[in-house]
């Protein structure tokens, strides 16, 4: 009796675990899945389970693309807010079906490339598949299409059929930070406020148009274009170096905002990459601005 209450007792937990190998819905990756290199992607080009998808303009794209990639554009993932920027995730439902027309399941790795010199481009769809749960089966390609060209790589015109793919969103909560998120924790030790808007905008002392002076307050200013170098990020030591100018140190929170929530995700992947906990601020500072009884300070970017 106790042998066969014990055999019952063993099948039914293995019921409840999932099987090995099963597609997970979850989770961030590190730093190898991350960001691939165009080595490795030439060398995996024919992988059965690869989704690469060309970030950029549809023209950039006609006019010479990595075999085998789909065109994709920023207003597939974007949708107005009521803040006025373009920011805003989409539904889970909607984005699910956007993928899988793509070709998109969850078993596929999803390359993401940018077509010219938007690094933002793939870094806010790499967080748009990390929202979804998918963050662990995304990677950017370096450098990029114009990195993949420098090295006389293969282009073409020619436009793959697409399978599509059955896709399962789950929704991660810890990607999207929101206004009240942001307003409860200005100057809290351990939660960090990047700001990555180009340095004059951080440490305007006058409104400028619609815009009022300053920064969120507590905020410290890392612009993007710190981040990448033709293209490409910079060396794993030196972003570590710019986050930790930034006030970033180990164990904290990144709450990265820029404009509207497009330049702010090249500070979150890049926290991610390093591995950091990492949220994006989405309605940036056109929301903040745009609610006048929130505070702004003024100082000067370092």
């Known amino acids: 009796m106790r042998r066969l209450s014990l055999w019952f007792l063993l099948a039914s937990l293995a019921a409840a675990q999932p099987a090995i190998g099963a597609p997970a819905c979850g989770g ?75 070709g998109v399941t969850n078993d596929s790795h999803v390359i993401l490339y940018m077509t010219k010199n938007s690094f933002a481009s793939v870094t806010r769809t790499y967080l748009t598949l990390d929202a979804m749960g998918l963050g662990a089966h995304t990677s950017i390609l370096d450098g990029g299409l114009p990195a993949w060209k420098n090295e006389k790589r293969p282009v073409t015109t020619e436009v793959p059929a697409v399978k599509p793919g059955k896709l399962d969103a789950c929704a991660q909560n810890d990607v999207i930070a929101s206004l009240d998120y942001v307003k409860s924790n200005l100057h809290h030790p351990g939660v960090d406020i990047i700001d990555v808007r180009v340095a004059d905008d951080y440490s305007a002392a006058e409104a400028r148009g619609n815009s009022r002076a300053g920064h969120i307050p507590g905020a410290t200013s890392l612009p993007a274009e710190k981040l990448t170098d033709s293209g490409k990020l910079k060396p794993a030591a030196e972003l570590q170096s710019l986050l930790r100018e930034a006030g970033v140190k180990p164990g904290d929170r990144v709450v990265s905002y820029c404009y509207v929530g497009l330049r702010a995700t090249v ?34 970017a370092k």
Not at 54 to 78: K, W
Not at 80 to 100: I, R
Not at 278 to 288: F, V
């Open 28 to 102: 961030h990756g590190d730093r190898n899945p991350l960001l691939v290199t165009t080595a490795w992607l030439a060398d995996h080009l024919k992988d059965p389970n690869l989704v690469i998808l060309a970030a950029g303009r549809d023209d950039e794209y006609e006019n010479g693309h990595i075999p085998g990639s789909l065109p994709f554009t920023l207003n597939m993932v974007t949708s107005q807010n009521t803040a006025g920027s373009n920011g805003k995730l989409p539904p889970m439902a909607s984005l699910a079906e956007t993928f899988g027309k793509l």
């Open 267 to 300: 500070v979150y992947f890049v926290a991610r990459y390093l591995g950091y906990d990492a949220r994006l601020y989405d309605g940036s500072w056109t929301e903040w601005n745009k609610h006048t009884e929130l505070p702004t300070e003024i100082s000067a």
